[in-house]
């Protein structure tokens, strides 16, 4: 029996997403988690992987089309089936007559699914128009190698080798003239120049919707603790000392771990607010904000709490990449049950974060920083860090928020804890 594939839903807010690739075609085996397309959203190319094998019966859209959320897409199914027209609007039903010769396209059975013009009149990725921004490279000069003439992040780069843009204007001077210039009076080095615009991405739009809800709809409360981090910050050291360069392990890992085993003790947090009930999960699904071209994204650790140090760094060391390559699976970033927002690494003494919805909670990390601490009223110097968690005031009050911190910070501060 053949099997549908439809668009997924990446995010509660997903609406629909634009089929940018088919990687297979019709005619193609292809087996239960091959990578059947590639569809964009407002936050990243994502690689749809099929959920049958078989054989592509049916490509149900076009490429450059944009799709409804759960709006069929492929059909899969055994070689010699013939997909019926029920099957192109979401029917698993198929005739068995003879083998299919032609791919049905959507423009007849599909009415819900509307092909769109990609972008304007310049078709280019995401990633590929961030990247031509950023090297001032005119995308009108650039041949698009994608679908549809798409241009792609491999044009930019093929455009930057073949011409690389000048780094500073350089004066030019006559045969006759002199390169020594006369000193003048003092001049500012800044010049004036024309206002710039420069258009929102998508990425950043949605990051604005979600956020001005939240920040609306949801009220938050803070709270920020202190940690002692010297004890985390030996047990790191010692750590990493038998672990390879590509699998070392960094203070976020720990603090991902340490959020984690908390959360099991504070379900209240780890939840969600629907109508007039909490919905606690049953899973710890701990999100990581990841810096991307254009803006952040969340992926998410499944089962944070059940997962060795290692493992939990590994997988966001692995997920971040995809992020940032803007080649992210579904999986990556659907199904947090709690966020946090790491600054760390820019020498952050403190910040306080936006409620990821619809979670009930985010932690802010700021970085961790050899300080003077006053111990049994002497002066020394100790590592300190501080968080602040930032609740949802529908779910959980200021005591509750508080009494996380403070199971947190026996995670953080006796790091062995985490081990055993």
Sequence with gaps: MAETISMPKLGFDMAEGLLVRWVKQVGENINKGDVLAEIETDKATVEVESSASGVVLQLIVDQGTMVPVNAPIAV?????????????????????????????????????????????????????????????????????????????????ETALASNPPSGTSQLSVSSNQSTQLPITSYQSPTANHDDKIIKTTKLRQAI?????????????????????????????????????????????????????????????????????????????????????PGGLMTVVVKDTDQKTLRQISGEVKTMAARARDGKVKPEDVDGSTFSTSNLGMYDVEEFIAIINPPEAGILAISSAREIPVVENGAIKIGWRMKATISVDHRVSDGAEAAQFMQALAGFLENPVRMLV
């Excluded at 059975?109 to 990725?125: E, F, L, M, N, Y």
């Excluded at 709809?217 to 202190?226: D, G």
């Design 76 to 156: 899969i199914g055994a070689a010699g089936e013939v997909v019926s027209e029920q099957s192109s609007v979401g029917s698993k039903k198929v005739v068995d007559e003879k083998p299919a010769t032609e791919t049905p396209t959507a423009s007849a059975p599909v009415a819900q699914v509307v092909s769109t013009p990609v972008d304007g009149p310049i078709k280019a990725s995401p990633l590929a128009k961030k990247i031509a921004r950023d090297q001032k490279v005119d995308l009108s000069n650039v041949q698009g190698t994608g679908p549809g003439g798409r241009i792609v992040r491999k044009d930019i």
């Design 208 to 292: 604005g919707r979600r956020l001005v809800e939240s920040k609306t709809t949801i009220p938050h409360f803070y709270v920020t603790h202190e940690f002692k981090m010297d004890a985390l910050m030996d047990m790191r050291k010692q750590v990493n000392a038998y672990l390879p360069d590509n699998e070392k392990v960094s203070v976020n890992d720990f603090i991902l771990k340490g959020v984690a085993l908390s959360l099991r003790q504070f379900p209240n947090l780890n939840a969600t607010l629907k109508g007039t009930e909490v919905i606690q999960f049953g899973h710890v699904n701990v999100g990581v904000a990841v810096t991307v």
